[in-house]
């Protein structure tokens, strides 16, 4: 057991790296801030799922996530839905205080 959470953690830790330096910076807004407050209820398939979809090119996914283009069917679940709504609550509050 402790074994399975010291792997799932290096996972977080590895998959927040990635959330925060995408090198686009309203994806690295939206998935790093989501990564950090949701990451540690995230189950491994989810974790699984938020990590390919760090496999995305960075303007592919920022449009999908602020409902620019269409989301491709693979990757319309509900941690993407998670996502938006974490987007809509959360960081786009932020911004409008003057965050960005």
């Known amino acids: ?3 399975d959470n010291a792997r799932l953690n290096e996972k977080r ?19 790093g801030p989501f990564v950090e407050r949701e990451g540690p209820t995230l189950s491994e398939a989810e974790l699984d799922e938020f990590e390919t979809l760090l ?16 989301t491709p069917a693979e990757h319309e679940t509900p941690l993407m839905a998670r996502i ?8 786009a509050a ?6 960005g």
Do not use: C, K, S, T
């Open 94 to 99: 932020v911004v409008a205080e003057g965050a």
């Open 55 to 70: 496999n995305v090119d960075d303007q592919y996914l920022y449009a999908w996530i602020i409902g620019r283009e269409p």
């Open 1 to 3: 057991m402790a074994e």
């Open 84 to 91: 938006r709504a974490f987007m809509r609550d959360h960081v």
């Open 13 to 31: 830790g590895r998959i927040a790296f990635r959330a925060w330096r995408r090198g686009f910076r309203e994806a690295d807004l939206v998935l």
